[in-house]
């Protein structure tokens, strides 16, 4: 569903993607390693649109009704609403606006984008309660503006309900793990696996194995200077966590 | 893209005029103007001589300077200051008998005057230019005891009140603009509820300048007397002219002991055009005092038209435990200039105040916050909480806030919090990366940053001004 080819991208005039080659199709779980600063955030940035990063060269095409289109050429709102969902390493602050009114709106502007009737306030409130669960978030964050006074743990939790709730096609879940204590760390990957399903895929990016110890990937690929230099199954990751990055190079 | 543009184009849905004859005074200013003036209402000697006296105060004073906005000298003898549609006849008149060209223009304006299609629960005061229309649910308020109808008609039908409590609260002397309307204002509305009522429907003045080159002056009383209850709303619109139009009211507000008066603006104003030209000047003097122990005012405010405002909406705490607040969001766009905020002048014991406010500045407009906190030697324990954030969108937008505090008694308790912000990009993306537009994603911003002023509104003025602010937007951001 997602076809990147020899993609090449900048943030502030300084090349960070240098010639990225990634096939990702329906059901599969990749995990995108690499040390800091070797340009994991920027590929989930540059797939979910962000502004500040432009792409100089090179191609993204993503499954919509079953044909290829160029992903690029779409604003981030399309993106979405076609089934693209960034879980955000630094989820943002929405000073008072409650998380209930925030998902609601964002998952109504999705179904009516499929031809869908939205959803009136009481229905999604029980449906959101459920999905809630998978987190194991209680209700009052629902009254809550949207990340204002969470903790770290929480903001993750919010970003997983959010993907729980959006049910997108293909998420990236840029440094889902960082900040995360144990705890929080099996909650969240709990909460990624039961949403892993044949039809959609998942990309995670991670700079530690860690994660990968609860959301088991089909494919590790090792980002380096823009690259991806090395793929394998889940054993690489496991050889990436004694051995480091150095014997790459 | 196009959506875009089809909004732009239909910027401000109130900029009609209604064609109708009216009756109008020539321009200029003098004192036989102010007296066809009190003519035309047939007034009583002592109001002719309190606008007269107003009248020669204001020649001796000069139009104020400080405030962050700029624009030409106005020239006074320019502007006609009276401005009606003429009767079809002679005598009273129901609502029922306006000109059906004036019904239209209600209709249009959302505001229905047929009495079975009324705004339920809300009774209005219609000003059309310069008069009064006429006021709807007088029966149900009839049985409440309360007054509620056009200060014209008060000074005939009530005159022992409207001479004890007519400028007590803003006196001619108090500044420029409140001489000016002293002199020549011609209708507004006025009402007292009485000792221990609880006003049965939300009472509403809906100002509508039509006439060109004509001021708007008009005059609000509100009485609350001991232990009453109201809630006024207030709406304004003009239509879109080249020239500017200026509008100076006061709002005169008083309540006694135990009594609450909450008051709400919408103000939209026509603003004016992209590159600034035409739009109302907004010169407002809004008071109220605290007359009693225990009694409450409050102001909210949303202003979001205008091409100048100039408004400080304030209290004056003076009975002992009374509490004042101000609650206020002020959008600028294009070339809109604002300075707005309020006076919280504490007297009595144990007085408290709040003032929120939450000023946005888009395109090349600026937004100024002007607030004074006064704490005077007897009020002791008073409490004062202060609240002012600003949000810039874009980068031609200026946003200043200019908070006084003055303490005279050491017992005050006295909090300020200030704050200025910047729509990120980041936090549009994150909105938009969950499938919301960027016209969506600011109005989801603002309507947030603006939530602690919009909760204070009633409900329906409160949908009001959420659409109105997000249309603005849609307008003013891209």
Redesign the interface.
């Known amino acids: 569903m997602l076809e990147i080819k020899n993609l090449h991208a900048t943030v502030d005039g300084k090349e960070v993607l240098k010639g990225l080659n990634l096939s990702v199709k329906a059901g599969e779980v990749h995990a995108i390693m690499g040390p800091n600063g070797s340009g994991k955030s920027t590929l989930s940035k540059v797939l979910a649109g962000h502004p500040s990063y432009e792409v100089t060269s090179g191609e993204v095409k993503y499954e919509i009704n079953f044909q290829m289109k160029n992903l690029l050429e779409l604003e981030p709102e399309v993106r979405a609403k076609e089934g693209i969902f960034l879980a955000f390493q630094y989820p943002i602050e929405v000073p008072g606006v409650n998380n209930l009114t925030f998902l609601r709106t964002s998952f109504n502007s999705i179904v009516e984008h499929h031809g869908s009737e939205p959803m009136n306030e009481e229905d999604f409130k029980k449906f959101v309660i459920k999905k809630m669960k998978i987190v194991s978030m209680n209700e009052d964050f629902l009254d809550r503006a949207v990340n204002v006074g969470f903790s770290g743990g929480e903001k993750k939790r919010n970003e997983i309900l959010q993907m729980a709730v959006l049910a997108p096609r293909l998420a990236l879940l840029d440094e889902t793990d960082s900040g995360l204590d144990i705890d929080a760390l099996r909650i969240v990957a709990e909460g990624v696996n039961k949403l892993r399903k044949k039809d959609n895929a998942i990309v995670l990016v991670t700079h530690y194995q860690r994660l990968l110890e609860y959301i088991k990937p089909d494919f590790v690929h090792v980002l380096s200077k823009g690259k991806i230099i090395k793929s394998g199954d889940s054993s690489l990751a496991l050889k990436l966590e004694k051995e480091g990055y150095d014997w790459l190079n | 893209m196009d959506n875009k543009r089809n909004s732009l184009q239909q910027d401000y849905k109130y900029g009609f005029t209604t064609d109708i004859e009216t009756e109008s005074m020539p321009k200029g200013l003098n004192e036989n103007v102010i007296g066809l003036i009190s003519k035309k209402k047939n007034e009583p000697e002592w109001l002719l001589e309190y606008r007269l006296k107003a009248f020669r105060h204001w020649q001796k004073m000069i139009c104020p300077q400080w405030a962050k906005v700029h624009y030409d000298p106005i020239d006074f003898q320019e502007i006609s200051y009276y401005s009606a549609p003429k009767k079809k006849s002679e005598g009273p008149q129901s609502l029922q008998d306006l000109d059906p060209e004036l019904l239209k223009t209600f209709e249009k304006l959302g505001i229905s005057l047929n009495e079975q299609k009324r705004i339920s629960g809300v009774a209005v005061d219609f000003v059309f230019d310069s008069v009064s229309l006429g006021t709807t649910h007088q029966e149900e308020l009839d049985k409440a005891g309360v007054v509620f109808c056009s200060i014209s008609e008060a000074v005939h039908k009530y005159p022992e009140l409207v001479r004890k409590y007519f400028g007590t609260v803003v006196p001619f002397s108090d500044n420029y603009y409140a001489a000016l309307n002293a002199a020549v204002f011609t209708d507004g509305s006025f009402c007292y509820i009485p000792k221990g009522v609880r006003c049965p429907v939300d009472l509403s003045t809906y100002f509508r300048i039509n006439a060109k080159d004509t001021g708007q002056f008009e005059r609000t009383l509100l009485v609350a007397d001991e232990g009453s209850y109201v809630n006024y709303l207030e709406g304004c619109t003009a239509p879109q002219r080249d020239e500017n139009q200026l509008h100076a009211a006061v709002v005169e507000l008083i309540a006694h002991e135990n009594a609450e008066i909450k008051y709400s603006t919408v103000q939209n104003w026509y603003t004016g055009d992209k590159e600034g030209r035409g739009g109302i000047y907004n010169f407002v003097t809004k008071r109220g005092k605290c007359v009693g122990k225990r009694s409450k005012i409050s102001w909210t405010q949303v202003e979001s038209g205008s091409s100048i405002t100039w408004k400080y909406p304030s209290v004056i705490l003076q009975g002992d435990e009374s509490e004042g607040s101000f609650y206020s969001v002020a959008l600028t766009h294009d070339r809109m200039q604002a300075d707005t905020g309020t006076k919280m002048i504490h007297i009595g014991k144990n007085t408290k105040s709040t003032i929120i406010s939450k000023g946005i500045s888009t395109g090349h407009s600026s937004n100024t916050y002007r607030g004074l906190v006064k704490i005077m030697p007897g009020a002791e324990n008073a409490r004062n909480y202060s609240q002012c954030d600003s949000m810039l969108v874009g980068h031609d937008s200026g946003a200043h806030t200019f908070p006084s505090i003055e303490v005279k008694n050491k017992t005050a308790q006295i909090e300020h919090e200030a704050s200025t912000s910047r729509i990120s990009?980041?936090?549009i993306?994150?909105?938009?990366?969950?499938?919301?537009?960027?016209e969506?994603s600011i109005s989801?911003?603002v309507?947030?940053?603006?939530?602690?002023v919009f909760k204070q509104l009633p409900l329906e003025f409160s949908v009001e001004a959420v659409k109105l602010i997000e249309m603005k937007l849609e307008n003013s951001v891209g």
């Open positions: 990009e980041d936090q993306f994150y909105l938009q990366s969950r499938g919301l537009s960027m969506q989801m911003l309507n947030g940053f603006c939530k602690d």
